[in-house]
């Protein structure tokens, strides 16, 4: 059983800068940040492998959001940095987890992660 458990987020203004965090319990080869806005679908935002220190990111957030790995961070902890925040990115954010690998064809579909956490708020004002 793997226990997923975020941090971060908030509110801040077009332009801005926020950081997520999440902690994963247990072995898991891959964690994923999902967003969901009011009345659209989950989308992936970012995966990361952890094995193969592998990244990856959707078009929408590319070169704006970016994983952030240091000694400060326990082990299991990954820090999705998120700059030049839009309106558009207002959302819940969702991290999940998974036993295996991030790969490109999977990073991004919801059903492939098995452990979730209870999201955390991010408000990007224009």
């Known amino acids: 059983q793997v226990q997923v458990v975020e941090s971060g987020g908030g509110s801040v203004q077009a332009g801005g800068s926020l950081s997520l965090s999440c902690t994963a319990s247990?072995?898991?080869?891959?964690i994923g940040w999902f967003r969901q806005a009011p009345g659209k679908e989950r989308e992936g935002v970012a995966a990361?492998?952890?094995?193969?220190?592998?990244?990856?990111?959707a078009d929408s957030v590319k070169d704006r959001f970016t994983f952030i790995r240091s000694r400060d961070n326990p082990k299991n902890t990954v820090t999705l940095r998120m700059n030049s925040l839009k309106p558009e990115d207002t959302a819940m954010y969702y991290c999940?987890?998974?036993?295996?690998?991030?790969?490109?064809?999977?990073?991004?579909?919801?059903?492939?992660?098995?452990?979730w956490g209870q999201g955390t708020q991010v408000t990007v004002s224009s």
């Open positions: 247990g072995s898991s080869g891959c």
């Open positions: 990361f492998s952890d094995g193969g220190r592998i990244y990856y990111y």
């Open positions: 999940a987890a998974r036993t295996f690998a991030c790969d490109p064809g999977s990073w991004s579909s919801r059903s492939s992660y098995n452990y």
